[in-house]
């Protein structure tokens, strides 16, 4: 009995044995081995990739790649990011700093600027024979290139001046995109000349044509319109005119407010140019040290908080003899990129 079961033991461990035809039988129709089969995830790869590629030549408009920052490139698609068209990125604090998240951890949020791709400024130059004064004009010149150096590409940028023998308005450099026009700035800003009288009204209601048309045609959609104009003195034409004051300058002869020239009668148009949707900054390059200037001073400046946006502390600057200009401009370009996003405004106004 005991013999018969260890038999019946090792029986039950015995290998099966098949012949030839058994083994083939039990191939014949049946799936290779895993290891000789594709993986389902390689197929959805190649899948992936394949649609990727289709994907490409459709966007390119072409069978055939091309390169997307080339003359060939997609018609459709916007050029490639260039570090040209943006200015240093700036960081965008809460008003009166990051509240207590150190102390109970909790996540502060901020934002980022993204200013130079979303504004346009116009500048509004006066070039009349009184910026020559103790370097007024000078002055003027540094702090235009210093804040068209810090412009982004995709900012866009316009020149016009006032002034001169004939009292001319001219369009120095009209709108445009800046980096399309950044090679010939600094040499436009240099060129600027001295001369003539300051004929503000025609000044400002030439550029009231100029922003009215650009809005009209959409030439640069989303974008915030901004106009600054910088001037040193009343508006004033050479006879015939009709003089609200005048006084006599015994260095620089006499100086006439000339009634022709108000911006604000009969028609208001700083009023005209804000109906368009433009905020307009003025500033006032004052000089105490002539007396015309010291004498006419409580008229321009009345005057250009009429020019000026609401509100004047945000929007209307005075300059000692230009001397903090490049400032002042650093305040405008704040108030126009950051302050706006923080919802502050810019409280940094200069005052004589």
Known sequence: MSDQRQDTKRKRYLPIR?????????????????????????????????????GAFVASGNLVPVDPNGPGGPPTLAPYYNPADYPKQHIITPTGGFGNGKKNLQLETFNVDNCGDNYVTLFLIDTSGSMAWVGKMDNEKKALTYFTSNMGGLSALGIDS?????????????????????????????????????????ALNFVYQELSQSIKNEDYPGYQYNLVIMTDGVPEIQPPRTCYVQTIDPQFGLRCFAAEEDPTVPTNIPDEIRNLGVDIYAINVYSPSIQSDAFMFPYLNTLMKKVASQPTKTHYFVSINGGNLSQILQNIESNICYNKLNGTGNTQGSKP
């Open 18 to 54: 098949t012949d030839s035809a058994s083994r083939s039988a039990l191939t014949k129709g049946s799936r290779p081995p895993p290891q000789k089969r594709p993986s389902t995830s390689s197929l959805s790869i190649l899948f992936i990739m394949a649609l990727v590629i289709v």
């Open 162 to 202: 006032f002034g001169g023998a004939k009292g001319d308005v001219e369009s120095e450099l009209p709108l445009n995109y800046y980096k399309d026009v950044k090679s010939k700035v600094k040499q436009i800003i240099n060129d600027l000349t001295p001369d003539g009288g300051t004929p503000t009204r025609d």
